[in-house]
């Protein structure tokens, strides 16, 4: 009875869509309908990811830095490097192109040469006064050449801040408001004003204007991720509908199938407007794995319309079968990828959340409409000619497969060597992996601003800001001589370490100023004595711009300072490395019952954020595997079939992280994704085996090597056709010019079609190596999946009348 219940489960779904034709395309209709009103919704982020939870102390420790001294991500920088600037017409250029800027409402303020003021004594207030650099408008060459040189020689101060001395580098630091730097109002202001007012100042001048900072690489980085999606769908339409088409030859089934996954994009885009999600660099490649994913579907399903059709011609029949025999594994199939996404659920970094989230949802819902618009369009159709169905007899399949068939009955042993060897060179491998903990690294290397950020990381010695917090533990602590001696030897440590920028505190204020009190003498910038230390101090009023000019380095109480310096784009070793030669000299340099310094900053939360995603995916994979094995339990009720069934999926994962390790590719947020994204894919072959062999098994009474040829020969065409589409699928996102998505679809697509070959190969010898262990009715007693083909039944052929 259990049989026939199961039996009729599916029997059951399939009178409900082909009874129901009209009724099931008006719901997808509706549905779709509600789907397209949801995409006003979608949001394009104006932010960077953040790997970690809101609540890990890292997060914690930075926001509490950005509540003392504000948002650290406002500021645009224009740079330069131009022999002929400091002469007439070009100065004056660059300082109308400051000025302007200055003046949108967007900007908060511009520190450049046009505003830039220094520090004066009055000796008759006894006082410092801010004074223009430019007090005068030079228009001689002599007077060009001074100004260079004050400049350049004689204000310390603004080193690395404005200009580079060696490379005599100029730049504009442009300060935009912070409250809308994570907004739309950002992205408007960068690409009508900000972007055509550079592009006029390079035309006009003939000079190229290097452009950085963090509004406006978001900005570019997040338009290039919109226009990646348009590329990837219909690059992913294109390369899958073109192999399908040379598989089936029909124009009708390949139009077919692009419907469906028209459809599957339409839902995904509108499931993201719905839930409020933002398109982020992951979220935008759900369309075309859609696209993907949903093909393979489409396969399974018109091939075995096409299979029936050439069995028997009889269409209601075909359509019924396709519905009873495919429907509950092709189900299975899509539950263990929507498993594979689902684990990213578990991890508390809401990128992959919502990732894992709106993929795994719509996974289903491609299977659904997979399911639901197939039998019913083709039932309105006539029956497939010949000429479509010659594909079901392509003498290359059959070569290809018999191939398969040859080695699983001669060359078994071959296939374990190999296999084996494999296994040993991917652990070598795998020991070779690094993890790279870089901002830059998934960045698109070939666009402008990306060559602009390497230009600054050369010129101003690193981009990525580093930030040490200091705690003095007593109001206006910062200002006294001792912790400004402690802050100025740390700040030597730093400037010994070539891959740290000079840092910015509040020691080269009180360095400043001193040499303000000795008239501008650059050869006293350095720390006052405490003698001096009380008399400059003096000279400070709050209505003189001093505590303007220290405000970005100290807090209102003088109870907390920053150090601020900046970090080259460097590999994750040699951070962590920097790292704890840091912590080490602030142990040294500050007792911790006076003292608690803390480090913050970018780069440390992304060198955090990539660790931390590490091990939850690695866990999430875990459970992944789980997860799979008991679906395999659940199927076919056999702890040695489940063994059996991992082994080929697990051994790809393997090589693919041993290629990894031997070619350079390092563990990253991007790259780590593709073990879960492949696992759960792959073994959607290995479920479309093992059910056919089971059908197979039971109508052979248990002949195991007859089983397991009869399986390989019927699905081994289907599995071929769809690890091609997964492998070219995929590979689509290898136009990227993210590094992170070229290697996403690089090794999935290597992976996957390892992954067909494992399971065509190494699966049946298995399978046949092992008979004794796997023959026993018991232990195969009863299955679960019931997609065992039988004889007609009464209630089958009342049922084709019928309809």
């Known amino acids: 009875m259990k049989k026939k219940g199961n039996w009729n489960f599916w029997e059951g779904i399939a009178r409900l869509i082909l009874r129901n034709r009209f009724t099931l395309l008006i719901i997808l209709f509706a549905a779709t309908a509600f789907w397209v009103s949801q995409w006003k919704y979608m949001r394009f ?39 002929d600037l400091f002469s007439a017409g070009r100065l004056d250029a660059w300082n109308e192109l400051s000025a302007k800027l200055g003046s949108y409402e967007e900007i908060d303020f511009t520190l450049s040469l046009d505003n830039l003021k220094v520090l004066s004594k009055n000796k008759r207030k006894n006082k410092f006064e801010m004074i223009p650099f430019q007090a005068k408008k030079p228009e001689t060459e002599a007077e060009f050449a001074l100004l260079k040189q004050q400049l350049f020689k004689e204000l310390p101060f603004f080193e690395n801040l404005l200009f580079n001395k060696e490379t005599q580098t100029v730049r504009t630091a442009v300060y935009m408001k912070t409250e809308i730097v994570n907004s739309a109002a950002r992205k408007k202001f960068i690409y009508e004003t900000f972007i055509p007012l550079i592009e006029e100042f390079e035309a006009e001048n003939k000079v190229d204007v290097r452009t950085s900072g963090m509004p406006y690489i978001r900005t570019l980085n997040a338009q290039n991720i919109v226009d990646e999606i348009g590329i990837f769908v219909l690059g992913a339409m294109g390369i899958t509908s073109l192999i399908f088409f040379l598989f089936f030859r029909s124009i009708r089934a390949t139009l077919i199938s692009m419907v469906i996954v028209l459809f599957g994009v339409v839902w995904a885009l509108g499931t993201l407007g719905w839930m409020g999600y933002e398109i982020t660099v992951l979220t935008a490649l759900i369309p075309p794995l859609i696209i993907v994913i949903g093909i393979p579907n489409c396969i399974f399903l018109i091939n075995k319309y096409q299979q029936e059709v050439a069995k028997h011609g009889n269409q209601v029949k075909s359509l019924q079968q396709v519905i009873v025999k495919i429907g509950n594994a092709t189900l299975m199939t899509n539950l263990t990828t929507a498993s594979g996404f689902a684990t990213f659920i578990l991890t508390d970094s809401k990128l992959l959340k919502e990732f894992g989230i709106i993929a795994s949802i719509n996974v289903i819902g491609i299977f659904i409409l ?92 690193g981009i990525v800001p580093l930030e040490i917090l200091i705690d003095t533990k007593r109001k206006n602590g910062v200002v006294k001589l001792p912790t400004l001696k402690r802050m100025d030897a740390l700040g030597k440590s730093i400037d010994a370490i070539p891959e740290l920028s000079t840092p910015l505190s509040i020691v080269n204020a009180m360095k400043y100023a001193k040499q303000a009190y ?203 056709y769809t690890s091609i589409v997964l492998f070219f699928g995929f590979s689509v996102f290898m136009i990227s010019e993210f590094g992170g998505t070229v290697a996403l679809g690089g090794l999935v697509s290597a992976t996957l079609l390892f992954a067909m070959l494992a399971n065509l190969i190494l699966l049946p010898s298995l399978l046949i190596s092992l008979e004794r262990t796997v023959s026993n009715e018991d232990v195969m007693k009863e299955p679960t999946l019931q997609i065992l083909e039988r004889k007609e039944t009464k209630e089958v052929e009342e049922e084709q009348t019928k309809i």
Do not use: C
């Open 370 to 461: 997979s399911l639901l618009l197939i039998p019913i369009i083709y039932s309105f159709m006539p029956l497939p000619n010949k000429k479509h169905l010659n594909h079901l007899k392509n003498k290359s399949i059959d070569r290809f497969v018999g191939w398969m068939e040859g080695i699983v009955r001669h060359r078994r042993i071959n296939t374990y060597i190999i296999s084996l060897v494999l296994l040993v060179a991917s652990i070598i491998g795998i020991y070779q992996i690094r993890i790279s903990g870089s901002i830059l690294e998934d960045m698109p290397q070939k666009k402008e601003f990306f060559k602009d950020i390497l230009f600054f990381d050369q010129e101003f010695n």
């Open 45 to 83: 982020t104006f932010t960077e990811a953040n790997l970690l939870p809101d609540q890990h102390e890292e997060n914690i420790r930075y926001n509490e830095f950005l509540k003392l001294f504000g948002e650290e991500g406002n500021v645009m920088v224009l740079a330069v490097q131009d022999p």
């Open 518 to 720: 000795y008239n501008g003498n650059p050869n006293y910038y350095k720390l006052p004595t405490a003698q001096e230390n009380n008399f400059i101090l003096s000279y400070f009023g709050k209505e003189d711009g001093g505590d303007n000019m220290m405000k970005n380095y100290v807090d209102s109480t003088g109870q907390y300072a920053r150090l601020t310096t900046f970090m080259k784009d460097i590999r994750t070793e040699r951070m962590e490395e920097i790292k704890a030669d840091l912590e080490k000299e602030i142990k040294k340099i500050f007792p911790e019952d006076r003292y608690d310094v803390q480090l913050t900053g970018k780069s440390l939360i992304f060198l955090k954020g990539t660790k931390y995603l590490i091990n939850n995916l690695i866990l999430s994979l875990s459970l992944a595997i789980l997860l799979i094995a008991l679906f395999m339990a659940y199927l076919f009720r056999s702890f040695k079939m489940i063994i059996i069934s991992l082994i080929p999926n697990l051994l790809p994962l393997l090589v693919t992280a041993g290629m990894m390790g031997y070619l350079g590719i390092p563990i990253k947020p991007s790259t780590i994704l593709v073990f879960s994204i492949a696992f759960g894919i792959s073994v959607d072959d290995t479920i479309h085996f093992l059910a056919k062999y089971r059908q197979e098994l039971i109508d052979s009474k248990w002949k195991i090597q007859r089983s397991v040829y009869a399986a390989l020969r019927e699905t081994g065409v289907s599995m071929f």
